[in-house]
């Protein structure tokens, strides 16, 4: 860890005139929390640029070309063809592995893993951020306790948004403004929503008002479970899908964590169900599973823990886990399949 820091004060050193400019304190956040970023040319001849982020207003590069995204964005910056040459963009279960729909690009462009961008699967690797020598660091509150020695390494900017990742189109939306790429973000999502209500028509033909309710394994608390509402997959089903959401979902909140006597609140037609392994393993043993409408009606659709939480809260990530949760639903299959 000494040899580490080291390096990385030695690094800022070097490159000390990129060091974050924050011209409000770290626990500032209430103007910044609207997800409005304000951009403006600085006197340095356009070679700057002042925006405002969750810290408050930081001077950037006005055109990086080696940016390292420690956020989770690598979606939103391939949209924007952002270059980026470090990224946390991997598997929440092993913070090397990246998910299958960016390796093709990661390889082709030689972009470097650093960690973890959840802030669950383990401590971002500082040094090899140092080493990549980025000109933009761009980070989010879940690893709030490295900001300082990330604003040692380059200039640093902090997305307005919360640990739940359940505001992912204001966190699309402030990349775009940052790099005065605002049209294509509103043409990606005017498409993205057009697709949406395509998938969403053929649903209702099928299923008509029959309700939904999303529930995952909990791999980390054996016999508990978390039921969605704005979180990820149930963000999918319940808003971008529009199927009506079963009596016992939560309203408003990412998802609540309950055990398997909360299943006899729940009333849904049809359930998509996460776990490690894709199934619903001694879950199925439960009197209070085994009681549910859906369960006796055979419409339960498995999906893999890893694929849900590397899909379901990007861009692109969600289009594809779109897909898939339409084709589980119209074919009666697992979502993995």
Not at 133 to 140: A, F, G, Q, S, V
Not at 287 to 303: D, I, R
Request: proline residues 3%; negative net charge.
């Amino acid at each position: 860890m000494k040899k580490m820091l080291s390096g990385l004060l030695c690094f800022a050193m070097l490159f000390s005139m990129a060091a974050c400019t924050s011209t409000t304190g770290t626990n500032d956040t209430s103007e910044s929390q609207s997800g409005e970023a304000e951009i403006s040319q600085t006197e340095q001849n356009g070679d700057t640029i002042t925006v405002t982020d969750m810290k408050g207003t930081v001077e950037i590069p006005a055109n990086p070309q080696r940016i390292v995204d420690t956020s989770g964005s690598a979606d939103e910056l391939i949209i924007l063809e952002m270059p980026f040459v470090g990224s946390a963009n991997t598997s929440m279960f092993d913070s090397t592995t990246v998910p299958e729909y960016l390796q093709e690009y990661f390889a082709e462009n030689n972009v470097e893993t650093v960690g973890n961008y959840s802030g669950s699967a383990g401590d971002l690797d500082l040094e090899k951020i140092a080493e990549l020598e980025p000109d933009l660091i761009i980070m989010n509150i879940r690893h709030d306790n490295v900001y300082d020695q990330m604003c040692e390494i380059a200039p640093t900017v902090m997305l307005d948004d919360d640990i739940s990742y359940v505001n992912w189109r204001g966190r699309f939306q402030q990349l775009g403004e940052w790099f005065g790429k605002e049209d294509v973000v509103e043409e990606w999502l005017a498409n993205y929503d057009t697709q949406a209500a395509e998938y969403a028509e053929q649903l209702k033909a099928v299923t008509g008002n029959e309700t939904f309710a999303v529930i995952e394994d909990n791999s980390v608390r054996s016999g508990t479970y978390y039921v969605y509402s704005t979180g990820g997959p149930g963000e999918l089903i319940y808003d971008a899908l529009e199927l009506p959401a079963s009596s016992g979902v939560p309203e408003d909140v990412w998802g609540e964590e309950v055990d398997a006597e909360y299943f006899s609140q729940i009333d849904a037609d049809h359930i998509f169900y996460f776990s490690d392994d894709g199934t619903v393993g001694d879950t199925a043993d439960l009197p209070t599973w085994q009681n549910l409408k859906a369960v006796q009606a055979g419409n339960v659709y498995c999906g893999v823990n890893e694929q849900q939480y590397d899909l379901a809260y990007t861009p692109n990530g969600k289009l594809i886990y779109m897909e898939r949760i339409v084709n589980a639903i119209l074919n009666h299959q697992n979502i993995d399949e």
